[in-house]
């Protein structure tokens, strides 16, 4: 009889695994589903779509043989099956058992299950929150788009042609990592199935298969993670360099994965030391050039007040393909942090995005705006703000209208105040707003001023 090894490493309690997670093939394979209701129906289904040769009983029989059974479901209504027996029984035959709802008669226990075509992902929380374990797969539902599906099942077309035109493992599972994190994954995930394949069939037949990747330009929203698009959280997880402004949290760049080069390109207003754009532009065809995934993470939108548009023409200049990706811009972050409306039927029909800072450090167009009414939205106006409130009362906006500064619009730390156009300048000389700010100026505010006033600091009168 061989000698039992025992493992030279003692596992950590504290890492311990509450159940070991496993997949079956169930194809033809015999499962016995115990109960008469809908719950046990509902489990039937599932082992069925698996393959499995689903055996139905309303109840255990006394004797019954459960030898054939690879493993035991029951999902009882009331008291119908004796579970006590039923565990014993199932001990006896070593066939394992799950009870629905009844952990401390469960061998084995059911995940939540995300379903990508052959791609399944399976979230237990050990039997302690069944509900918590739903919340989880419905964030992951969100976070894995269908494109994996394609993505898995173009894999295992093409797994056994990659295998025979490139037998060295090493070449192989760097050919893999590159279809799969590159341009034919992104054609899978944007659906385009014979696009994927017809590159993949390029690449295979290419002597030197050089990933081509676009340089991604990123909006990262206001602030929290959690609104970020998942195009965004996909990129950026999947980057190898990551270009970041100032303005990007530390939230959003933990989602960066640990060996991505992270850039510090700090573009932030009226700093000195910031990174020129040219230099920026410069860096960003440089991390091109490397054949990585480049990632260019700008706050808020990259196409609102993000010089997107300046680094989309450089890297086209010099001949490297980019793609924009669209991110919640500061405006609509600080509405939906204050929970108040930029527009408002009857009241407010325009929304106008305007920045306070120009090339030439002046701006003209404040009587076209207070002319234009609605809600104004204006980017990096914390400076300027009583050389703002003056332009505007002198091209003809009511002093009187509602205004609000929001800083750090989303994070934990955001800051408001609110106040009217001529009381602005005050509300913010006293210094205690010192990062990035926005100001929302108009009559739509003021149908939520009562709202707002009991949790913001009302301003000082002039």
């Given at each position: ?436 700010t926005l100001l929302l100026i108009g009559t739509a505010l003021a149908q939520t001023q009562d709202r707002i006033s009991s949790v913001l600091e009302v301003a000082p009168a002039a």
């Open positions: 009889m061989p000698t039992p090894r025992l493992s030279r490493e003692v596992p950590d309690a504290s890492g311990r695994l509450s159940h070991f997670p496993v997949f079956f093939d169930l194809k033809d394979v015999p499962v016995l589903v115990l109960g008469s209701g809908d719950l046990a129906d509902a489990k039937a289904r599932l082992v069925a779509r698996a393959g499995a040769k689903v055996v139905r009983w309303d109840r255990l029989a006394a004797g019954a043989d459960l030898t054939p059974f690879r493993f035991i479901i029951a999902a009882p209504v009331g008291d119908e099956i004796d579970l006590a027996a039923l565990r014993a029984a199932a001990s006896a035959v070593r066939v394992p058992l799950n009870v629905a709802d009844t952990p401390s008669y469960c061998d084995f226990i059911l995940p939540a299950m995300i379903e990508r075509g052959p791609v399944t992902v399976a979230v237990s929380t050990g039997g302690t929150a069944p509900i918590l374990a739903r919340l989880l797969r419905a964030v992951l539902e969100k976070a894995i788009p269908p494109g994996y599906g394609l993505l898995a099942s173009l894999a295992g077309r093409w797994r056994e042609r990659v295998t025979a035109a490139l037998p060295d493992a090493s070449r192989r599972k760097a050919f893999w990592e590159t279809m799969l994190a590159g341009r034919i994954a992104d054609l899978a995930l944007a659906g385009q199935a014979e696009a994927a394949e017809a590159a993949i069939a390029e690449a295979l037949a290419s002597d030197h298969p050089m990933p081509s990747y676009p340089v991604a330009l990123v909006g990262a929203g206001p602030g929290d993670p959690e609104l970020l698009t998942l195009k965004a959280a996909r990129l950026i997880g999947a980057a190898d360099i990551i270009l970041y402004d100032a303005l990007v949290g530390d939230g959003v760049l933990r989602l960066a994965k640990r060996e991505a080069k992270l850039i510090s390109v700090g573009k932030r207003c009226g700093d000195k030391s910031s990174m020129p754009q040219a230099a920026i532009n410069e860096a960003l065809l440089a991390a091109a050039r490397t054949g990585g995934r480049v990632v260019r993470l700008k706050g808020g939108d990259p196409g609102v007040f993000g010089r997107a548009s300046e680094e989309i023409s450089y890297l086209d200049a010099h001949g490297v393909s980019s793609e924009l990706v669209p991110g919640v811009t500061a405006a609509l972050g600080a509405a939906a942090a204050l929970r108040c409306s930029l527009t408002q039927r009857g009241v407010a029909r325009t929304l106008t995005l305007a920045t306070a800072q120009t090339e030439d450090g002046m701006a003209d167009h404040w009587a076209g705006l207070a002319k234009a009414g609605g809600t104004l939205a204006l980017y990096m106006g914390k400076a300027a703000a009583g050389r703002l409130a003056r332009d505007l009362i002198a091209a003809g906006l009511d002093p009187a209208t509602p205004a609000v500064a929001v800083e750090n619009a989303s994070l934990p730390h955001q800051r408001e105040t609110i106040s009217n156009l001529a009381e602005l300048p005050f509300a913010l000389a006293d210094g205690r707003f010192d990062g990035p």
